[in-house]
């Protein structure tokens, strides 16, 4: 079969869709999951934050599979950053948007490569429980992420996403790589 023949800034557009449809999924799913695990109710800032870092994760992850596409990727972080522009004018002021918006990004993505074990497959405990810290606490530790509910809930989003990612991808040719 013939692979559909598109621009690095069309497939990133596409990935963009791709990244809102699972993080909303993931928003709405796992949201409830861990306020009920955690017995917590959480607010409507931290709603927000839960959002945007489910958001930065699924982006991370489309990154992590994809890093050969670089161009493809660059788009994508470019889509992400102006998405953010509203948010951003809001807590760091206008001017300072553009940088604060991708440092942050920068961090986790750090934080995330440095939790990401290459020996372990599918069970990447220590990056979900990475991940945790950032959706549910401020980027802080918390014994209560060692749950295992949780840490599967977060694992089983990461492995389906990828495949999803790879399924997605190998349609597609980018004619300006």
């Not at 990401?116 to 918390?142: F, H, I, R």
Request: charged fraction near 30%; aromatic fraction near 10%; proline fraction near 2%.
């Amino acid at each position: 079969m013939d692979k559909t023949k598109v621009t690095a800034e069309e497939m990133a557009r596409g990935l963009s869709m791709f990244c809102k449809k699972f993080s909303k999924h993931l928003y709405e799913n796992f949201g409830v999951k861990a306020q009920g695990i955690l017995g917590v109710k959480l607010d409507e800032a931290q709603l927000v934050t839960l959002a945007r870092e489910i958001w930065i994760i699924n982006l991370w992850i489309i990154s992590k599979v994809l890093s050969p596409d670089k161009k493809v990727l660059g788009e994508l972080h470019k889509i992400y950053l102006f998405s953010q522009e509203k948010t951003a004018n809001m807590e760091y002021g206008k001017a300072n948007f553009p940088k604060e918006a991708e440092k942050e990004l920068h961090e986790r993505y750090e934080k995330y490569y440095d939790a990401w074990d290459n020996n372990s497959g599918g069970n990447q405990s220590v990056l979900a429980m990475t991940m945790l810290e950032y959706m549910l606490n401020k980027g802080q530790p918390d014994k209560r992420f060692t749950n295992f509910l949780l840490i599967s809930e977060i694992n089983s989003h990461m492995l389906g996403m990828m495949k999803a990612v790879l399924d997605f991808r190998k349609d597609f040719e980018i004619t300006n790589q």
